[in-house]
């Protein structure tokens, strides 16, 4: 849980001021917890204190780490981020501040002791945020300007009605636009298309002095690569240029299931080295980690019974998941081309299935199993993940040392495992974001749900894995990561360290933003 701080003398409790202020309806009675000049300014009515607003940006889908911030901003619009984080940067004693989408971090990435968590999701409210707006350029082609706020369901529903869509995708689409380009945003499309921040144009961005820089590759190019993959750490999004393509009507969903690791990666990285294929991600099958889980419901109850008996015998059995998508045009021939696709791959006979399903369906395959937790009561528990990218190289140890030897011995995994493999040259390494430095490497997903009490079992043995992995000399890289001390990150951010530090120093030198990634204020 974090530490909480004492509250900075930017932040002096100001109780009968405001009070009084509220009798006379100049303030309303819930801004009793900010600076007393930040209460002069227009912005003060959309700064809440109220239990239900402070109870909301102290949390996160993780449900481990808690911060209570003095207050939480609902901007009615993006001038109204710009003032808050101007205001901070000139006070004498900075506040910080951290920017929430969705609330989908699982280790207080969005939040800030003691400071000023930006609900984005408000800027919906006032409509006047980027929102969503679809054009041509003769150069680009067809994008789509999107405010950081939007969620990506939302996007790929506003894209849909021109006939197209972004072209890399997360497994899950309520996440915010502002969120995943922070982070990477990676999924099985990650292999063709790179991830979602190798797939932006251009940006708007308010940086730690609270300044508004519009950038891309050609303008304001070191903010550009900066923010991208760069944890909040240099500025605010609010608003992203997304590519856009035609849009399929239909995928061809296929998975195969597997024994043998070895003949389970190699054709992994056969798929992702062809063209063909639009989506390759792989997983574990164990008793612990069933055929259907929330991700997807997608093997019949015979079908599972069938696998059940498999991995009984096997321990782990590994699933390759592939998407081929299509329209009316290419309808006739798309099981002939995944036919042509799937020679000489090693799954075992009998255990190949396949599924049609509509593009939008596929996309947002994970949505009918968060709604079903959530009718149970079971999605709002905590979520010790553990995210990794390891090199291609060391994959089969990792396998025997992890897989094997850890989480299928203990028994304790709750969730979905993900194990599927990325090509280095759809990634930029001019951007803040950090993978294995070999042609291909492998992410590695331990999606763990647990009980209130629970998730401490589940985090030592993510500690295991680590320890583990540095024990032997297994180089992997925390994706979403998660450290304690300022030698954990230089390592993790290892050659690109120096450079992280310069770009902070230049876009947000007194150190205001995403407290919460424990970055530049470890302990």
Same mark, same amino acid.
């Given at each position: 849980m974090a530490?909480?701080?004492?509250?900075?003398?930017c932040?002096?409790?100001?109780?009968?001021?405001?009070?009084l202020?509220?009798?006379?309806?100049?303030?309303?009675?819930?801004?009793s917890?900010?600076?007393?000049?930040?209460?002069?300014?227009?912005?003060?009515p959309?700064?809440?204190?109220?239990?239900q607003?402070?109870?909301?940006?102290?949390?996160?889908?993780?449900?481990?780490?808690?911060a209570i911030?003095a207050?939480?901003l609902?901007?009615s619009?993006?001038?109204?981020?710009?003032t808050?984080?101007?205001f901070s940067?000139?006070?004498?004693d900075p506040?910080?501040?951290a920017?929430?989408g969705?609330?989908?971090?699982?280790?207080g990435q969005a939040?800030?002791?003691?400071?000023?968590?930006v609900?984005m999701t408000s800027?919906?409210d006032?409509?006047n945020g980027t929102?969503i707006?679809v054009?041509?350029?003769p150069?680009?082609g067809?994008y789509a300007?999107v405010?950081?706020e939007?969620?990506? #369901?939302?996007?790929l529903h506003?894209?849909?009605?021109h006939?197209?869509?972004?072209?890399?995708w997360?497994?899950?689409l309520?996440?915010?636009?502002g969120?995943?380009?922070?982070n990477a945003?990676i999924s099985?499309q990650?292999?063709?298309h790179?991830?979602?921040?190798s797939?932006?144009?251009e940006?708007?961005?308010?940086?730690?002095?609270?300044?508004?820089?519009?950038?891309?590759?050609h303008t304001n190019?070191?903010?550009?690569?900066?923010?991208?993959?760069?944890?909040?750490?240099?500025?605010i999004?609010?608003?992203?240029?997304?590519a856009l393509d035609?849009a399929p009507n239909?995928?061809?969903?296929?998975r195969?299931?597997?024994?043998d690791?070895s003949a389970f990666?190699r054709d992994?990285e056969?798929l992702?080295?062809?063209?063909g294929?639009d989506y390759?991600?792989?997983?574990l099958?164990?008793?612990?980690?069933?055929?259907?889980?929330w991700?997807s419901?997608?093997?019949?109850?015979?079908d599972?019974?069938?696998i059940?008996?498999l991995s009984t015998k096997h321990g782990?059995?590994?699933c390759l998941?592939?998407?081929?998508?299509y329209?009316?045009?290419?309808v006739?021939?798309?099981d002939?081309?995944?036919?042509?696709?799937f020679?000489?791959?090693?799954?075992?006979?009998?255990f190949?299935?396949k599924?049609?399903?509509?593009?939008?369906?596929?996309?947002?395959?994970?949505?009918?199993?968060?709604?079903?937790l959530?009718?149970?009561?079971?999605w709002?528990?905590p979520?010790?993940?553990?995210?990794?990218?390891v090199p291609k190289?060391?994959?089969m140890?990792?396998?025997e040392?992890?897989f094997?030897?850890?989480?299928?011995?203990?028994?304790?995994?709750t969730g979905?495992i993900?194990?599927y493999p990325?090509?280095?040259?759809k990634?930029?390494?001019?951007?803040?974001a950090?993978?294995p430095?070999?042609d291909t490497?492998?992410?590695?997903?331990?999606?763990?749900?647990?009980?209130d009490n629970?998730?401490?079992?589940?985090?030592?043995?993510?500690n295991?894995i680590?320890?583990?992995?540095d024990k032997?000399?297994?180089?992997?890289?925390q994706?979403?990561p998660?450290y304690?001390?300022k030698?954990?990150?230089?390592n993790h951010f290892g050659?690109?360290?120096d450079?992280f530090?310069?770009?902070k120093a230049?876009f947000?030198?007194?150190? #205001?933003l995403?407290p919460?990634?424990r970055i530049?204020?470890?302990?």
């Amino acid at each position: 849980m974090a530490k909480l701080c004492p509250i900075p003398t930017c932040f002096i409790v100001l109780f009968i001021i405001s009070r009084l202020m509220s009798i006379t309806g100049t303030l309303s009675p819930w801004a009793s917890s900010v600076p007393i000049e930040l209460l002069k300014l227009d912005i003060a009515p959309r700064l809440h204190t109220d239990g239900q607003a402070i109870n909301l940006a102290s949390t996160d889908y993780g449900r481990i780490v808690q911060a209570i911030p003095a207050a939480v901003l609902h901007p009615s619009s993006i001038d109204d981020i710009v003032t808050l984080l101007k205001f901070s940067y000139n006070c004498s004693d900075p506040f910080r501040v951290a920017v929430r989408g969705h609330g989908h971090s699982v280790r207080g990435q969005a939040m800030a002791d003691n400071g000023v968590v930006v609900d984005m999701t408000s800027l919906n409210d006032y409509n006047n945020g980027t929102g969503i707006r679809v054009s041509r350029n003769p150069s680009l082609g067809f994008y789509a300007d999107v405010g950081g706020e939007q969620l990506w #369901i939302d996007v790929l529903h506003a894209t849909l009605e021109h006939g197209l869509a972004p072209v890399s995708w997360t497994d899950y689409l309520y996440l915010s636009v502002g969120g995943t380009l922070s982070n990477a945003g990676i999924s099985g499309q990650s292999f063709r298309h790179g991830p979602q921040i190798s797939n932006v144009f251009e940006m708007d961005v308010i940086t730690g002095k609270g300044e508004f820089v519009t950038c891309s590759k050609h303008t304001n190019n070191d903010l550009f690569y900066a923010v991208l993959g760069g944890l909040g750490q240099f500025g605010i999004i609010t608003r992203a240029r997304i590519a856009l393509d035609k849009a399929p009507n239909r995928a061809k969903w296929v998975r195969m299931l597997y024994h043998d690791f070895s003949a389970f990666t190699r054709d992994q990285e056969h798929l992702i080295s062809i063209n063909g294929l639009d989506y390759v991600e792989g997983s574990l099958i164990m008793q612990q980690s069933p055929p259907n889980n929330w991700r997807s419901s997608f093997f019949s109850l015979s079908d599972q019974s069938r696998i059940a008996s498999l991995s009984t015998k096997h321990g782990i059995i590994y699933c390759l998941e592939v998407v081929k998508y299509y329209d009316d045009l290419t309808v006739d021939n798309i099981d002939e081309e995944l036919q042509v696709l799937f020679k000489g791959l090693s799954f075992l006979s009998g255990f190949i299935f396949k599924r049609d399903v509509s593009y939008v369906d596929f996309l947002n395959r994970v949505r009918s199993g968060e709604l079903k937790l959530q009718s149970k009561g079971l999605w709002e528990v905590p979520h010790p993940w553990l995210n990794l990218f390891v090199p291609k190289s060391r994959i089969m140890d990792f396998n025997e040392g992890v897989f094997v030897d850890i989480i299928n011995k203990q028994n304790k995994t709750t969730g979905p495992i993900l194990v599927y493999p990325l090509n280095r040259n759809k990634w930029d390494d001019r951007m803040s974001a950090v993978i294995p430095d070999e042609d291909t490497s492998y992410s590695i997903g331990l999606l763990h749900s647990s009980g209130d009490n629970g998730w401490e079992d589940l985090d030592e043995q993510n500690n295991e894995i680590l320890q583990f992995c540095d024990k032997v000399g297994i180089k992997a890289k925390q994706y979403l990561p998660h450290y304690r001390t300022k030698e954990e990150w230089m390592n993790h951010f290892g050659s690109k360290w120096d450079i992280f530090q310069e770009r902070k120093a230049q876009f947000d030198p007194k150190m #205001i933003l995403s407290p919460g990634q424990r970055i530049f204020n470890s302990v």
